[in-house]
């Protein structure tokens, strides 16, 4: 059994470090706006982890799996992450915005770190195939240790993404304002990435239906 669990937890640590958007949108509030951003984004992805969880522990995980439920899901995750992606390629440049008075820049701050939570929970959700992923890897536990395997998954994901987050922290001293900039754009192209490959899975179920 701890062996089952070890892996368990190592396939979740590992699987969480892979690029996709909850790590990418977490490692780029980081990065811009410090450990604070980091960890409201992280606690906007981990609401999503737990209505995913749930969905599997509750066994209601086949009411989102048909092509039909996946197909509107994938689309409407695909319009959002293009929203974001929208957002990041058409942001000021920073270097050309510095007259900008500091109280308007500290309360423009404010209401991005206000706002990071909510959009954290939205991009987790904004990916279906989500639910699958945790489904999968929590099947061979599902009849004896469910409860304990979903709690080892959660911590793993967990440590993953506060690691990245404290990396983060600490390297993003060692970065320009330009440079932010450019962070932002690839952001947003790999965003954009994403959205098109859920729109891509969306028409796939549609055609599938």
């Known amino acids: 059994m701890v062996l089952e669990l070890f892996t368990l937890f190592s396939v979740g640590f590992?699987?969480?470090?892979?690029?996709?958007?909850?790590?990418?949108?977490?490692?780029?509030?980081?990065?811009?706006?410090g450990i604070k951003a980091g960890f409201l984004s992280f606690f906007g992805i981990f609401c999503g982890w737990?209505?995913?969880?749930?969905?599997?522990?509750?066994?209601?995980?086949?009411?989102?799996?048909g092509y039909f439920m996946q197909a509107i899901l994938c689309a409407l995750g695909g319009i959002y992450l293009s929203y974001i992606a929208y957002l990041l390629l058409f942001k000021?440049?920073?270097?050309?915005t510095l007259n900008t008075n500091s109280t308007n820049r500290e309360s423009l701050q404010r209401k991005t770190l206000y706002s990071l939570?909510?959009?954290?929970?939205?991009?987790?959700l904004s990916n279906p195939k989500a639910i699958l992923f945790f489904g999968l890897i929590i099947t061979p536990f599902i009849?004896?240790?469910?409860?304990?395997?979903l709690i080892v998954l959660l911590t793993s994901l967990t440590s993953a993404f506060i690691l990245v987050i404290f990396l983060a922290t600490f390297f993003?001293?060692?970065?320009?304002?330009?440079l932010f900039y450019t962070i932002d754009k690839i952001c947003g192209i790999l965003?954009?990435?994403f959205a098109l490959l859920l729109f891509f899975t969306s028409y796939r179920n549609f055609m599938a239906l």
Do not use: E, Q
């Open 14 to 33: 590992i699987t969480a470090l892979t690029p996709g958007p909850d790590i990418l949108f977490t490692l780029k509030n980081t990065l811009n706006y």
């Open 50 to 65: 737990i209505i995913f969880l749930s969905l599997v522990y509750f066994g209601f995980a086949h009411f989102v799996s």
């Open 92 to 96: 000021a440049n920073p270097n050309i």
């Open 117 to 124: 939570l909510p959009k954290g929970l939205l991009i987790n």
């Open 143 to 149: 009849d004896n240790h469910l409860a304990l395997s």
């Open 172 to 178: 993003r001293k060692f970065i320009s304002n330009s």
């Open 191 to 193: 965003f954009l990435c």
